[in-house]
């Protein structure tokens, strides 16, 4: 089984920083994309940024030049770093990966989200 373990979370002021991370563990040959999603009460669930394994990212328009995503793959372990955060970047962060099990076998897994407050 796969498990992705997300730690880094918190509460934190405004233009202050936080640096989530999500660590891949199990059978895994590799892993594909990786990303993060956010999800606020009463809101859709957004992706916030994603980064393939070749290294190439996007993110979401309202946090373009405050977020860096990258990835550590040997360690399986993909980051956010989140500077100038702003309170309605307040939600639950999710990390999610795309694992292959073995060749032609490839699922999408889930971590278990990690809440990051932004407020005065």
């Known amino acids: 089984q796969v498990q992705l373990v997300e730690s880094g979370g918190g509460l934190v002021q405004p233009g202050g920083s936080l640096r989530l991370s999500c660590a891949a563990s199990?059978?895994?040959?590799?892993?594909?994309?990786m990303g993060w999603y956010r999800q606020a009460p009463g809101k859709q669930r957004e992706l916030v940024a994603a980064i393939t394994s070749g290294g190439s990212t996007n993110y979401l328009g309202s946090v373009k030049g405050r977020f860096t995503i990258s990835r550590d793959n040997a360690k399986n372990t993909v980051y956010l770093q989140m500077n100038s955060l702003k309170p309605e970047d307040t939600a639950v962060y999710s990390c999610?990966?795309?694992?292959?099990?073995?060749?032609?076998?490839?699922?999408?897994?889930w971590g278990q989200g990690t809440q990051v407050t932004v407020s005065s």
């Open positions: 999610n990966a795309i694992v292959a099990l073995r060749v032609g076998s490839t699922w999408s897994y």
């Open positions: 199990g059978s895994i040959f590799s892993i594909n994309d």
